[in-house]
């Protein structure tokens, strides 16, 4: 099984952008779906966007439009672009990878959106 690192939250304007990076100790290629996921204070972990070893995407309904999550096999790296940022995206965000049988989880990054 991978180990994963986050990078690239932060605090950000309502309305502004930011890219996650998840990085990967080893080949991402044959795990079954990427995934990313988020906390925010008082509520429970939810799925954001995920993506499965042969390209298919999904995404909650919330961040449709606005949030998109790509896997880069070379680099053993999944991305996540989040466009138009709301107050309520504020939350701690986490990388996941997902096998048949186990799952694995980064640290997590906090996205901060607030003016």
């Known amino acids: 099984q991978v180990q994963l690192v986050e990078s690239g939250g932060g605090l950000v304007q309502p309305g502004g952008s930011l890219r996650l990076s998840c990085a990967a100790s080893?080949?991402?290629?044959?795990?079954?779906?990427m995934g990313w996921y988020r906390q925010a204070p008082g509520k429970q972990r939810e799925l954001v966007a995920a993506i499965t070893s042969g390209g298919s995407t999904n995404y909650a309904d919330s961040v449709k439009g606005r949030f998109t999550i790509s896997r880069d096999n070379a680099k053993n790296s999944v991305y996540l672009q989040m466009n138009s940022l709301k107050p309520e995206d504020t939350a701690d965000y986490y990388c996941n990878a997902a096998y048949t049988k186990s799952r694995v989880w980064g640290q997590g990054t906090q996205v901060t959106v607030s003016s």
């Open positions: 080893g080949s991402i290629f044959s795990i079954y779906a």
